[in-house]
Nanobody
Framework: QVHLVESGGGLVQPGGSLRLSCAAS????????MGWYRQAPGKKRELVAT???????TYADSVKGRFTISRDNAKNTVYLQMNSLKPDDTAVYYC??????????WGQGTQVTVSS
């Protein structure tokens, strides 16, 4: 079995920063693309950022220049550094990872609330 566990969410004021982490554990031989998605109340889940095993990154237009995705392959962990946070960034953030080139796994989600 494989598990993804996110951490680092919370309440932050507009303009603030948070760093999310997602650690994969279990029967893992390789991890291909890892990514962060988010879902706000009443909205569909949307892509935030992805990173391949080689380090190639993609970002949603709404977060470019503010968010940075990175990964530590030795720790099977992906990070999302979020700066200049806005109220519109409020959502449950989920990580996803393609494990063993077999299937995608999702974490349980972590709440990020941006409010004064």
């Amino acid at each position: 079995q494989v598990h993804l566990v996110e951490s680092g969410g919370g309440l932050v004021q507009p303009g603030g920063s948070l760093r999310l982490s997602c650690a994969a554990s279990g029967s893992i031989f390789s991890i291909n693309t890892m990514g962060w998605y988010r879902q706000a109340p009443g909205k569909k889940r949307e892509l935030v950022a992805t990173i391949t095993s080689g380090g190639t990154t993609t970002y949603a237009d709404s977060v470019k220049g503010r968010f940075t995705i990175s990964r530590d392959n030795a720790k099977n962990t992906v990070y999302l550094q979020m700066n200049s946070l806005k109220p519109d960034d409020t959502a449950v953030y989920y990580c996803k990872a393609n494990i063993n080139y077999a299937r995608d796994y999702w974490g349980q989600g972590t709440q990020v609330t941006v409010s004064s």
